[in-house]
């Protein structure tokens, strides 16, 4: 008897011990996403590290006030519009007239699908970005994790890519700005598009790619004002110069296609 009652007492003490350590686990959760979401601070823009800043944005990142993100001397911006065969950004066309409105170069992103028709993606991006609006390049999301993988062949989805990427250019007579990460631009990008421009996702300092980037998105956690959660920070590879000649080269292009 006395065995059974210091044996229940052990059971109930490790049944205490595993829901302290739950009910703990959780409440750090919770900081971890308060701290992310809701405390002020994270990365801000810095023009004497980065002569050249802009940020990408979509539905997640809530309403933007287009004018006081100006006024901070945000130089670009790249708005999601579509993603997949069907889905359209809900608040694109919001974004995409805000940032008309304040001045500021903006461009559109496709993010693509690895599970999806490569032509049908396009067709999705080419009826909904109104790309005749923009003053950057329309840019390709390219992102393997996962949730995003497919069990396709990495042949068949270069495939889809290619598709995706020459009906879109075919489309525009623009060159596509293809955007990923080091793990994907390794395994699907690296010596499959020499002749498209980069943009990388890295928060190694520099990006450890071997091809020279266009722009590269170094945070997930920057603070600006006019965006109430934090946002994707993103420099371009030159100075203020080089900035200049490129837009102006970008408007050239546009004119002649």
């Known amino acids: 008897m006395k065995k059974r009652i210091k044996h229940r007492k052990k059971a109930n003490r490790r049944k205490k011990i595993i829901v302290r350590c739950i009910g703990l686990l959780f409440v750090i959760v919770l900081l971890v996403f308060y701290r992310h979401y809701f405390v002020p601070g994270g990365t801000e823009i810095s023009s004497t590290k980065y002569p050249v800043s802009g940020v990408d944005i979509s539905k997640y990142n809530g309403k933007i006030d287009w004018d006081a993100l100006e006024a901070q001397g945000i130089d670009f911006v790249f708005i999601k519009a579509t993603e997949g065969e069907k889905y359209v950004d809900p608040t694109y066309n919001e974004n995409l007239n805000g940032a008309l409105e304040a001045g500021i170069p903006v461009g559109a992103y496709h993010f693509f699908r690895f599970d999806r028709q490569g ?120 100075d203020r110069k080089s900035w200049k000649n490129y837009l102006e080269e970008l408007e050239d292009q546009k004119q002649d296609s």
């Open 119 to 238: 032509t049908k993606q396009a067709v999705n991006f080419l009826e909904n970005a109104q790309i005749h609006k923009l003053t950057l390049p329309v840019v390709i999301d390219v992102e393997e994790a996962n949730h995003f993988t497919s069990k396709k062949k990495k042949s068949a989805i270069l495939k889809e890519l290619r598709d995706l990427i020459n009906t879109v250019e075919k489309t525009t007579h623009q060159q596509v700005l293809i955007y990923t990460n080091e793990h994907t631009f390794q395994k699907y990008i690296e010596g499959n598009f020499p002749m498209n421009d980069l943009w990388i996702s890295s928060f190694n300092d520099p990006p450890k790619v071997r091809f020279q980037w266009t722009f590269w998105q170094y945070t997930h956690k920057g603070r600006l004002k006019g965006i109430d959660h934090l946002v994707d920070i993103n420099t371009f590879w030159g």
